[in-house]
């Protein structure tokens, strides 16, 4: 698996402004920390950040069909919908964009990893709630891995989010990439599993 070609080592992390890295430098973002810890780790993989600040589901169901031809990942980390709710979008059109999404990624047998989402209160308990498990459902649906919210635990310590409240500061990076970690790791590990065993044509 992967430097031999046989199967992609490429994970892409297709966001918004969240993964981006949004108000610090590239480099202190947290894909970039993941494919810091995966090297470390030992595990050849690398990391393509496709995320960019703004995007909406129906941004992202347009630009997503390229980023899968062009980098023929075997893992997706789909952070979307976070912007279409503060837009408060309607919820049946960003479950759509979100579905279509999850089908390409499948079509193209790609695993994935689907970032849950919450909203301020000041959005309404009908609007929030329907938003928020609108996630858990197509998790449901598509038999995906569903990553906790990737801010909670988060929203309270100010010390770690920027001015805006919304997006988290460098210093909240690392942890955001512990919040993954169990969910790649597992996927990983059940690759290395999954993986058939050279017989031995001597049969010793």
């Known amino acids: 698996m992967g430097s031999d070609g ?3 080592n490429t994970i892409l992390v297709f966001g918004d402004s969240i993964s981006a890295g949004y108000g610090m430098q590239a480099e202190e973002s947290w894909p970039y920390l993941l494919a ?12 393509v950040n496709a995320s960019l600040s703004g995007e909406t589901t129906g941004g992202g169901l347009i630009r997503l069909r390229k980023a899968l031809e062009d980098h023929s990942p075997w893992l997706l980390i789909l952070e979307l919908g976070g ?9 049946e059109s960003i479950r759509k964009n979100l579905n279509a999404m999850l089908q390409l990624a499948e079509s193209r047998k790609v695993d994935i990893l689907f970032v849950g989402m919450v909203l301020p209160p000041n959005y309404g308990k009908r609007y929030t709630s329907a938003f928020e498990s609108m996630y858990s459902d ?14 909670e635990g988060l929203l309270t310590p100010k010390s ?4 805006d409240g919304i997006h988290p500061r460098a210093e909240a990076q690392p942890l955001l990439v512990e919040n993954f970690w169990p969910f790649i790791e ?13 017989s031995n044509p001597e049969g010793h």
Do not use: C
Request: net charge positive; proline share 5%.
């Open 138 to 151: 197509l998790a449901q649906q598509h038999q995906v891995d569903l990553v906790p919210v990737l801010l």
């Open 6 to 8: 046989s199967k992609s």
């Open 160 to 163: 770690l989010m920027q001015r």
């Open 83 to 91: 912007n279409d709710g503060l837009r408060g979008y309607p919820i």
């Open 36 to 47: 810091g810890k995966l090297e470390s780790k030992g595990f050849d993989y690398r990391v």
């Open 186 to 198: 597992k996927k990983i590990l059940s690759e290395v599993t999954d993986e058939p065993a050279i």
